[in-house]
């Protein structure tokens, strides 16, 4: 992560810096390790630097500094953007035994980012179809230009979704939709040096013309031919099987598609909850003026087997694409984000390969974690958790029929006797399901989806798992990730087992978890807690006994030092308590209420207490 420069370490101002250390040939009992911070002037007469000791560290414990009485020390990011104007930093630790003072320490020096210069785009409106051309000049550093990266973002910087980057002053790069009467899209520049330190320029804003015109003529290229048309303009760009224009495209028809999933949903849908799951801290949809009849119900249900062809036909154009670099990882697992968000269009076959391709790239990022700094660990980590809950909610709809079954889906359930191996079906056969060959059926396709989610729940647990392991490399004792969006809720937290007792866990309004008093656990250890939440519980494998289908989903994980997850056993005395909210446009029949009292009926028995 550091790059040497003599007595000196290269470190940016914008990354997180983790110290470990040991005490070699100790000799007595340890008593105490001590971390200091140093900043550091330089003497222009005698080229050494007069250090001064930082006494505001106590003010900032488990805030910028964590682990100060560990062996291993992190100071975050906000220090160095805080102190801008320190250039060299000294840290020092500090081991006091019973016989015996060791101390050590390294002097870092803050890299600087690349000297200003100057980005344009060119043209300045467009639709999706529309190559705009960026051009870099005149940026300079004295360690020289690593690379460009390009980020955009309609009203809120912090939903921006990257483009694409490039080792070249040039690029061209499609463009998400604007918002507002304008339909602006703001765009940056990231321009790196060769030892990462980085540097934004905004450019123009540019309008990006939603238009319905290329989406519905890349439906049609799909229509009337087996095989698609060349002569669309989104197929042509997705044949050339470019990592990075396949991303652009990805992304941009995603956020189109998302965007009008959302608007159809808005048209007042009688009993919402039975076709729509809602994003996790959403409020209830009022229901619009306008009748829902059956012409808007039909548009509804074809626009959701079209839209759901397009994404899985986006999905199998990237699926066996490699990613070189760490943008285009970023690029990739960003763009799976927003192709799986809508989940009511999520066919099984775009679940199990959106599955697979996340938990693929869930491996490269924990087997390059300890490469790369925690912001960008937590850059990509939060866009895989992301894909991840998506597909494991879009398996489960059908099976908690919570959405409409989809067209593609329908049609491949009429496969053949052979393709049944497994006991479900052996069950299932005895009723008569699988009688007729080759016929659709509801009975087949919950076959196929049911076996399609256990296929996907397994992966989406190998794929927590990588992220777990990523993120705790870059955590010490008090450190947390969080990933909070509206399709799951994810915590993970250092800490000791002591912190645990009578813990409360709050992630948004009516959902809660409360962590017992006491419980098996040493409360020395270091652990890991992990706390998700997903709009939509898992299918119960007995649903005629538990309804679980108007439900979100919450779990709790305490991990060892290792990874591995830890049991805890509580008693009646102090239990483990999960408040579970239910999906908010679930609608309550009215309720009937009867004086038990007066019922003589043999069929029913009544306790009162």
């Keep these: 992560m550091c790059s040497r420069k003599g007595e000196f370490q290269y470190i940016n101002p914008n990354t997180q810096l983790a110290l470990f250390s040991s005490l070699m040939n100790q000799t007595g009992l340890l008593n105490n390790i001590t971390w200091n911070v140093y900043t550091g002037m330089m003497n222009s007469s005698s080229d050494t630097q007069k250090w001064s000791l930082f006494t505001n560290m106590n003010d900032y414990r488990d805030i910028w500094f964590f682990g100060a009485n560990r062996s291993h020390f992190t100071a975050t990011n906000q220090l160095f953007l805080t102190y801008r104007y320190v250039k060299f930093w000294r840290f020092e630790v500090v081991y006091i035994s019973m016989t015996e003072k060791s101390s050590s320490a390294l002097h870092f020096e803050i890299n600087q980012p690349p000297k200003p210069g100057i980005c344009s785009i060119t043209p300045s409106n467009g639709t999706i179809t529309t190559k705009f051309t960026v051009i870099c000049k005149d940026w300079a550093d004295q360690d020289g230009i690593k690379d460009y990266s390009f980020y955009a973002w309609a ?3 912090e939903q921006r979704v990257i483009l694409g980057s490039t080792i070249s002053s040039l690029f061209e790069l499609r463009l998400p939709v604007g918002c507002g009467n304008a339909s602006l899209m703001n765009v940056i520049v990231q321009i790196r040096d060769q030892l990462n330190s980085m540097t934004e320029a905004n450019l123009p804003a540019v309008s990006v013309i939603p238009t319905r015109t290329s989406i519905d003529s890349f439906i049609k290229a799909m229509k009337v031919a087996s095989t698609m048309s060349s002569t669309d303009p989104l197929v042509e ?3 050339k099987n470019n990592s990075v224009l396949t991303g652009q495209v990805i992304t941009t ?3 189109v598609l998302n965007e009008m999933n959302t608007e159809i949903i808005r048209l007042g849908i009688q009993n919402i909850a039975s076709i729509f799951v809602s994003p996790l801290g959403s409020r209830e949809i009022p229901m619009s003026s306008h009748s829902w009849n059956t012409s808007t119900f039909n548009q509804y ?3 959701l087997n079209d839209d759901a062809s397009v994404r899985e036909y986006l999905m199998k154009s990237m699926k066996d694409l490699t990613t070189t670099t760490w943008n285009n990882i970023l690029l990739h697992a960003s763009s799976l984000a927003l192709l799986t968000h809508a989940i009511n269009e999520l066919t099984r076959d775009t ?12 491996f490269t990022l924990e087997s390059m974690a300890r490469m790369v700094s925690s912001d960008d660990v937590k850059k990509i980590g939060n866009q895989l958790i992301q894909c ?12 908690q029929q919570r959405g409409t079954i989809l067209e593609l889906d329908l049609n491949r359930s009429s ?5 049944y191996d497994d006991d479900m079906y052996l069950n299932l056969n005895l009723n008569g399901i699988f009688m007729k060959e080759n016929e659709p059926s509801y009975e087949r396709n919950f076959y196929h989806q049911k076996r399609t989610a256990n296929i996907v729940v397994k992966q989406v647990a190998e794929t927590l798992v990588a992220i777990t392991n990523a993120f705790n490399i870059h955590l010490n004792v008090g450190q947390n990730m969080t990933v909070n969006t509206t399709s799951v809720f994810t915590s993970l937290e250092k800490t000791l087992v002591s912190s645990l007792s009578n813990k409360r866990i709050t992630p948004f309004e009516g959902a809660q978890i409360h962590l017992p008093l006491s419980s098996n656990l040493t409360e020395s250890d270091t652990i890991s807690v992990r706390s998700m939440i997903q709009p939509l519980a898992v ?5 005629g006994q538990v309804n679980t289908s108007l439900s979100t989903m919450i779990s709790l994980s305490i991990l060892d030092s290792h990874g591995k997850e830890i049991s805890i056993h509580t008693d009646n005395e102090h239990p483990m308590e999960f408040f579970i909210p239910r999906d908010p446009n679930l609608i309550v029949p009215p309720m009937a209420l009867y004086n038990a009292t007066l019922i003589h009926d043999a069929k029913h028995q009544f306790y009162f207490h």
């Design 155 to 157: 009203t809120h910087a």
């Design 237 to 239: 760009l997705l044949s």
């Design 253 to 255: 028809v995603s956020q």
């Design 301 to 303: 249900i074809q626009q």
């Design 351 to 362: 679940s199990m390969l959106a599955s697979s391709k996340c938990r693929d790239m869930a």
């Design 388 to 399: 991840a809950a998506n597909v494991l909610s879009a398996v489960n709809v059908p099976l």
């Design 415 to 419: 496969a053949t006797s052979n393709d």
């Design 539 to 543: 299918a119960s494998a007995t649903p």
